[in-house]
Structures are given as C-alpha cells and as structure tokens.
C-alpha cells in the first residue's frame, strides 16, 4: 500500500468540514456584515467626539 491507497479517504474527509463551514457562512455571513458596519459607526462617533471635545 502506498501513499495514494487512502487519497480517496481523504478527499472525503476534508470535504465534509468545508461543506460544513460553506453552510455555516451562508447562514451567518449577513450577521457578521452588521457587526462590522456597527464597528466603523462606533469608531467614527469616537474620533468625531475626541475632535469635537
């Protein structure tokens, strides 16, 4: 048995967790959106505060 005997096996295996983490990003990937446009909001209230102060 050489070192391509479990190459299938493999491809198998590392296709399951991608399937998985491509499903979890479609689901939650809007959410993160959000998160990061609230992010720049809070930053530019911040900066705009310490100029104005």
């Not at 296709?15 to 990937?29: G, H, L, N, V």
Request: glycine share 4%.
């Amino acid at each position: 048995m050489g070192l391509g005997a479990e190459h299938p096996q493999r491809r198998a295996a590392v296709k399951e967790p991608m399937k998985a983490i491509k499903e979890f990003w479609q689901a939650y990937s809007p959410y993160f959106v959000d998160v990061w446009q609230y992010l720049v909001i809070i930053v530019i209230f911040v900066i705009a505060a310490l100029v104005i102060l």
